[in-house]
């Protein structure tokens, strides 16, 4: 059926119209879920989404040998380059013991701190300072016929980093290409699995929120609200319906827990130690 030729529409019903009732209180109902909209949506980003690193805000996305190959043979030919192997990235440390092991591998290069060194004249890296460090696996320059050259120094590197490479120019030209064959940043390490729908549900364990489990909400309680007296000593009364008159159950447990940790149930409230209050209102990760 043709759409009507017709230049402004009103007063007609939206597309999609819930009736207004408070049968339902789960938390987990919404206008997506009931319309499934939310489904149609968590498959538009499951399919089309790309992935990002929260820190660095770069694409995660995890390439091949080839595909990083053919990357840097599009690079304009005579274009000088280096491959490098990121070992240490801004961490402390002397790493004499590092340059041993890879002298011995056989590589004559690293790059340390964006400058370049022959295995045999490296400098003493002082411990107290961050420092970068790199293996030279490959210098080159883009030519015709290279590419198995390339794949073999590829794999290499991504075999002495980690899944990581890096590409950077010896002239001026400025070029810089991180690679990694893992579904990660490159730079920090932050992975995530392959993109699926279970990923943006917030009823599902893989997709919903570790703090608030997809409900949108943490509840907490107020311990202001919880004692309310400071005056009052716990066998007093100063938490309602823990106190020796009441409920002999919790009472008990706040005895075991006071002979176990060595503090006075018949003291005001106010004068416990903070870690004392904390043990009674949030408990303790030992056996007791």
């Not at 043709?2 to 987990?28: C, F, M, W, Y």
């Not at 005895?255 to 043990?279: G, N, T, V």
Request: net charge negative.
């Amino acid at each position: 059926m043709p759409k009507p030729d017709v230049d402004h529409i009103e007063g007609l019903s939206p597309a999609i119209s819930i009736e207004q009732k408070t049968t339902s209180h789960n938390p987990r109902s919404t206008v997506g879920t009931i319309t499934e909209i939310h489904d149609y949506l968590r498959l538009l980003f499951a399919r089309v989404g790309t992935p990002h690193c929260p820190e660095h805000n770069l694409p995660l996305d995890a390439q091949t040998v080839g595909q990083m190959v053919d990357q840097v043979s599009n690079l304009p030919n005579g274009t000088k380059l280096m491959l490098l192997a990121p070992m240490v990235t801004n961490r402390k440390g002397g790493y004499r013991a590092l340059f041993q092991e890879l002298a011995a591998e056989g590589f004559p290069r690293v790059r340390i701190n964006n400058v370049v060194y022959e295995m045999d004249n490296i400098p003493e890296l002082k411990a107290g300072i961050k420092h970068s460090i790199e293996v030279v696996v490959d210098r080159f320059r883009v030519r015709p016929g290279l590419r198995l050259r390339l794949i073999e120094s590829f794999e290499t590197t991504l075999r002495l980093a980690s899944g990581v490479a890096k590409v950077v120019a010896m002239d001026e030209s400025g070029i810089e290409l991180l690679f990694s064959d893992k579904f990660a940043c490159p730079y920090c390490g932050y992975s995530l699995i392959a993109l699926e729908p279970r990923l943006f549900s917030f009823n599902n364990p893989a997709g919903a929120c570790p703090t608030c489990d997809g409900l949108g909400v943490e509840q907490k309680f107020d311990p202001n609200k919880i004692v309310v007296d400071p005056e009052l000593s716990l066998s007093g009364g100063a938490i309602p319906g823990w106190d020796v008159y009441h409920c002999s159950y919790y009472f008990q447990q706040l005895q075991a827990l006071a002979a176990h940790y060595e503090f006075s149930l018949d003291r005001a409230w106010k004068q416990l130690s903070d870690k004392h209050k904390e043990l009674v209102l949030y408990g303790s990760d030992q056996t007791i």
